[in-house]
Every structure is written in structure tokens, then in C-alpha cells.
């Protein structure tokens, strides 16, 4: 079992930055891959970028690609989400999530852990 706790949400303007984090309970978060989802009120959650335990490829949602940046620091036990260029539409509860095997990234379904959320708003 492992807990995450993300943080850095908040409300920025359109054209903004925001650098999310996602702290974990464990030590062996090196054995986990990380992914970053996010859903708006009223529809699917949605996959944003995934870092594989080592970090040594990423994996991003067309939407995202050339704004946001994934990384980890396995010492510190932490992912983040540098976002830039933020939109409007990039406004949603983002969540991140552990994964213990397997290489489909992109599908929450299979992801093993979850943190609680953090909101992001982007005012246009």
C-alpha cells in the first residue's frame, strides 16, 4: 500500500504556470510508474502524462504535449507536474496515481493507487 498526497493546485490565469506535486508514503517508489490523470465536472477522467520508475520516458496526452512536464525525484519520493501555457480547459481535479506493472499508461483502469486530488482552475 502506498499513499500519495498531491499539492500546487490553485487558481492561475490563462497564459499561467503551475507546478503540481505528488508526494508518496513508500520507499519503493521507485518500483512504481507515476501517471498524472485529471477529470472536469461532468466528464471521464482523463490521462495526462505518465513517467516511467526510473524516469527514463514520459508519456503525454496530445493535449498536453509542449506545455506540461513530468518528472520524479525517487530520493525525495515525489513526482511533478510543471504546467505552462495553461488553458481554460486545462481546468480539472487532477489526480496522481501509481502503477505497479505493466506498460499501458494511459488508462486509469490500471493504475494500482490514487491521491486524493488537488483542483486546478484556469480563468480565461
Known amino acids: 500500500q502506498v499513499q500519495l498526497v498531491e499539492s500546487g493546485g490553485g487558481l492561475v490565469q490563462a497564459g499561467g504556470s503551475l507546478r503540481l506535486s505528488c508526494a508518496a508514503s513508500r520507499r519503493t517508489f521507485s518500483t512504481y510508474a507515476m501517471g498524472w490523470f485529471r477529470q472536469a465536472p461532468g466528464k471521464e477522467r482523463e490521462f495526462v502524462v505518465a513517467?516511467?520508475?526510473?524516469?527514463?520516458?514520459?508519456y503525454y496526452a496530445d493535449s498536453v504535449k509542449g506545455r506540461f512536464t513530468i518528472s520524479r525525484d525517487n530520493a525525495k519520493n515525489t513526482v511533478y507536474l510543471q504546467m505552462h501555457s495553461l488553458k481554460p480547459e486545462d481546468t480539472a481535479v487532477y489526480y496522481c496515481?501509481?502503477?505497479?506493472?505493466?506498460?499501458?499508461?494511459?488508462?486509469?483502469?490500471?493504475?494500482?493507487?490514487w491521491g486524493q486530488g488537488t483542483q486546478v482552475t484556469v480563468s480565461s
Open positions: 513517467i516511467t520508475r526510473s524516469g527514463g520516458s514520459t
Open positions: 496515481a501509481a502503477k505497479t506493472r505493466g506498460t499501458n499508461y494511459n488508462n486509469y483502469l490500471n493504475y494500482d493507487y
